[in-house]
């Protein structure tokens, strides 16, 4: 089992940065692909962010590309994400997720844990 644990979340104006993290107890993150995905009311949950085991491959959304960056730090069992240049279409509660189901699986929802969220609000 693992516990995954949001913070970072806030409201912030558009053009603005947050950095999100996810916390992790009860395994190691560094055995695992971690993602990032977020959820606008009235959306599907929607990928935005995934970096491998040792953090040598990241994957983006299109929508994110240039703007988010994800990170680890393995020591501390905490993924992040950086996010700048934010827009009011990035609104949405982000989630992370560990342990997804195959490799293919890197960018959909078919992850074993989740984090409960934490909401991020762009005003313009």
């Known amino acids: 089992q693992v516990q995954l644990v949001e913070s970072g979340g806030g409201l912030v104006q558009a053009g603005g940065s947050l950095r999100l993290s996810c916390a992790a107890s009860?395994?190691?993150?560094?055995?695992?692909?971690v993602g990032w995905f977020r959820q606008a009311p009235g959306k599907e949950r929607e990928f935005v962010a995934a970096?491998?085991?040792?953090?040598?491959?990241?994957h983006y959304a299109d929508y994110v590309k240039g703007r988010f960056t994800i990170s680890r730090d393995n020591a501390k069992n905490t993924v992040y994400l950086q996010m700048n240049n934010l827009t009011p279409e990035d609104t949405a509660v982000y989630y992370c997720?560990?342990?997804?189901?195959?490799?293919?699986?890197?960018?959909?929802?078919?992850?074993?844990?989740w984090g409960q969220g934490t909401q991020v609000t762009v005003s313009s």
């Open positions: 009860g395994r190691t993150l560094s055995s695992t692909v």
């Open positions: 970096i491998t085991r040792n953090g040598d491959t990241l």
């Open positions: 997720a560990a342990f997804p189901r195959t490799i293919g699986a890197l960018t959909t929802t078919q992850y074993n844990y």
